[in-house]
């Protein structure tokens, strides 16, 4: 096990697709996949969770606060001596993030947004009242680096909402652990509606991500299914 490994928080992505693998509409706007059964599951993974982290699309698509919605799970973490939501991180290269954004208001609590050294630095002072900034080498956000800072941070459970773009570029650094994915009952189609993991995707078999089934269990009107991530196949694990 390398020392990075050693680091970094355990991660699990969490996403809920149409039957057709996607995540939302061609226009990147927010549908509605999960049923209420579904969405407190996500309620549930997100409070055993030290941190939530989405791309800067998705801030600027669904507007989302990822904030636990169950007072009663707020108060067991509470009670824990943990706070009461998520850190909430956004990665987001060009800190594009509004600053009004519900992200950066709803909830008590400290929020990361990681930037690269491109961002313009009269947005990062805008968003520095608000949130904790992280800077990454390189003109886009290291995810390796990012990681192993929020585990010297003592982020130990990361939950990853997406979307596409974030998703793919975790697989494709090897930084994934667990994957669980409820499929809604409806197509969306479009060959330009994101799905899982956009980005470039791979072309040879031995790139691929390998997953081991955890399991299946029939959750509203739709599917649940949840992966563990071969660790000798996770591409970019070397
Ligand atoms: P995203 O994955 O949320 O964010 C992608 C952006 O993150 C990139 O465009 C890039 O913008 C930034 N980024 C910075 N460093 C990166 C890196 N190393 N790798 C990848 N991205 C990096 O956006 P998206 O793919 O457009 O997905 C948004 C869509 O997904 C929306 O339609 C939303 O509704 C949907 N969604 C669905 C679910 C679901 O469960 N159904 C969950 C979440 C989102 P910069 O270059 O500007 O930094």
């Not at 928080?9 to 995540?23: C, R, T």
């Not at 509409?25 to 509605?32: A, I, S």
């Not at 909430?88 to 509004?98: E, G, I, M, Q, Y």
């Amino acid at each position: 096990m390398s020392r990075k490994e050693r680091i970094r928080p355990f991660v699990l992505v969490n996403v809920a697709v149409s039957a057709d693998g996607k995540l939302s509409t061609r226009e990147r706007r927010q549908v509605k996949i999960s049923g209420p059964d579904d969405f407190d599951r996500g309620d549930i993974i997100k409070s055993g969770a030290d941190a939530i982290m989405v791309g800067i699309g998705t801030v600027l698509a669904d507007n989302p606060s990822l904030t636990i919605k169950s007072a009663e799970r707020i108060q067991e973490r509470l009670s824990q001596g943990r706070p009461e939501h998520p850190v909430r991180v956004v990665v987001d290269s060009l800190a594009r993030t509004p600053p009004d954004a519900k992200i950066l208001h709803k909830g008590p609590g400290q929020r990361i947004i990681v930037v690269s050294e491109n961002a313009p630095p009269s947005r990062i002072e805008g968003l520095r009242p608000l949130a904790t900034i992280i800077t990454t080498p390189g003109d886009r956000v290291d995810l390796a680096f990012l990681l192993e800072e929020l585990g010297k941070q003592g982020i130990r459970r990361l939950m990853v909402e997406g979307g596409g773009r974030l998703i793919s570029s975790l697989f494709a650094a090897g930084l994934v652990d667990q994957l669980s994915m409820f499929i809604g009952n409806m197509i969306i189609g479009g060959e330009n509606a994101p799905t899982l993991a956009d980005g470039e995707g791979w072309i040879r078999e031995e790139e691929f991500t390998r997953l081991d089934l955890a399991g299946v269990q029939t959750l509203d009107e739709g599917v649940l299914i949840s992966w563990n991530v071969r660790r000798d196949t996770r591409t970019g694990s070397g």
